[in-house]
Nanobody, 123 residues
Framework: VQLQASGGGLVQTGGSLRLSCEAS????????MSWFRQAPGKERKFVVG????????YYADSVKGRFTISRDNAKNTVFLQMNSLKPEDTAVYYC?????????????????WGQGTQVTVSS
């Protein structure tokens, strides 16, 4: 499975961005897809996740009410709509996928990772 992330950029505080993550290869094996982010000098952290078939969604407390994850199975793509962005949302955002995820927030549960896309929120 290969993941291609896109959609990052520079935005002002309060603005919006939409990230995309397209999966290719053995996509039928995917059970879950998620977004993580990593700010400079900090650990990579879970942001949001979605089950590929069941539609279950999981959000980090820091983004609830502002970020929305969705998917288009026909296009093998997951989207992350980010609204009301804050400077603390600045990070490289990575999409991740796996065949079986026990804990959506756990980095070690994911075998497949995209290359990352930079999101910068200016104050």
């Amino acid at each position: 499975v290969q993941l291609q992330a896109s959609g990052g950029g520079l935005v002002q505080t309060g603005g919006s961005l939409r990230l995309s993550c397209e999966a290719s290869g053995r996509t039928r094996s995917i059970e879950a897809m998620s977004w993580f982010r990593q700010a400079p000098g900090k650990e990579r952290k879970f942001v949001v996740g979605i089950s590929w078939n069941g539609g279950s969604r999981y959000y980090a407390d820091s983004v609830k009410g502002r970020f929305t994850i969705s998917r288009d199975n026909a296009k093998n793509t997951v989207f992350l709509q980010m609204n009301s962005l804050k400077p603390e949302d600045t990070a490289v955002y990575y999409c991740a996928a796996d065949r079986s995820v026990y804990d959506y927030t756990e980095i070690r549960d994911y075998d497949y990772w995209g290359q990352g896309t930079q999101v910068t929120v200016s104050s």
